[in-house]
Nanobody, 119 residues
Framework: QVQLVESGGGLVQAGGSLRLSCAHS????????MGWFRQAPGKEREFVCS????????YYADSVKGRFTISRDNAKSTVYLQMNSLKREDTAVYYC????????????WGQGTQVTVSS
């Protein structure tokens, strides 16, 4: 069982920045990949970015490429999402997720943290 707890959401003006944190209880050996997803009101949940545990390779949705950065701090058991140049369309609940098996999707999800970008 992996526990994930997001924090750092809030209200920010367009063009501003926020950093989300995801504290996790996963052992390094049990994680294949961790990612961030988001869900805006009335929309499906969508992939934002992910980091492969073994290689630290990162992947981004086109909509956030160049603005968002995913990183991890193994000593703190935390994954971060640095969000810069925020736009109104980035407004959503952001979820952290963990995948333990390649090709099987994400097994564990956090409760989400709200990000609201105002104009």
């Amino acid at each position: 069982q992996v526990q994930l707890v997001e924090s750092g959401g809030g209200l920010v003006q367009a063009g501003g920045s926020l950093r989300l944190s995801c504290a996790h209880s996963a052992r390094t050996s049990s994680v294949y990949e961790m990612g961030w997803f988001r869900q805006a009101p009335g929309k499906e949940r969508e992939f934002v970015c992910s980091i492969r545990w073994s290689s630290s390779s990162t992947y981004y949705a086109d909509s956030v490429k160049g603005r968002f950065t995913i990183s991890r701090d193994n000593a703190k058991s935390t994954v971060y999402l640095q969000m810069n140049s925020l736009k109104r369309e980035d407004t959503a609940v952001y979820y952290c997720a963990a995948a333990t098996t390649p090709g099987s999707g994400y097994d564990y999800w956090g409760q989400g943290t709200q990000v609201t970008v105002s104009s």
